[in-house]
């Protein structure tokens, strides 16, 4: 009792549960089969509707200027008016993508393009001439930075999130 009055956590076992007839359910499966009861009949509500009723029904038609306004791709103005209304720190949905990420799309942008360029200038400024008896041959080092790799990197540090 006292548990109840100060909001404190009631324990659902010494809950007292009647069945339709008034009387105290004591077990856990009578409990059980009273809880399995009432949700059904909770849940499980038979209604009757006539079908002659439901096909007398007729969809409302839009107008093809309503339509086509609703069928256009959004503008630029009303994606970034939605990312800043998308709380942060969210999980990602199905496909994967962060809210941060989209938030902070151009900055990633910016960034793989900086680090796509300094990839190229690495893989062309690290050639080295190999001679053998046989042959002469430039190959390239193997100091070329791999795109995915550095912007997981760069991800995972969090510099993008405010």
């Keep these: 009792m006292i548990r109840r009055l100060r909001g404190g956590k009631t324990r ?10 008034g009387n105290l359910l004591c077990s856990a499966g009578e409990r059980l089969e009273r809880f399995k009861e009432y949700f059904n009949e909770l849940l499980n509500v038979k209604v009757i509707i006539d079908p002659t009723t439901s096909n007398t029904i007729q969809p409302k038609n839009i107008s093809p200027t309503e339509k086509s306004r609703q069928e256009k791709p959004p503008t630029i103005m009303e994606v970034k008016t939605a ?30 393009n900086n680090d796509f360029r300094r990839q190229r200038t690495v893989s062309m400024s690290s050639t080295t001439t190999v001679s053998s008896e046989e042959s002469t041959c430039t190959v390239a080092k193997k100091s070329r930075i791999d795109v995915e790799d550095s912007f997981n990197d760069l991800y995972n540090k969090d510099i993008f999130l405010d």
């Design 83 to 112: 990312l800043k209304q998308i709380k942060s720190e969210k999980a990602p949905g199905n496909d994967g993508i962060t809210v941060d990420l989209l938030k902070n799309m151009q900055t990633l942008k910016q960034l793989s």
């Design 12 to 21: 659902i076992e010494n809950m007292p549960i009647l069945d339709k007839q």
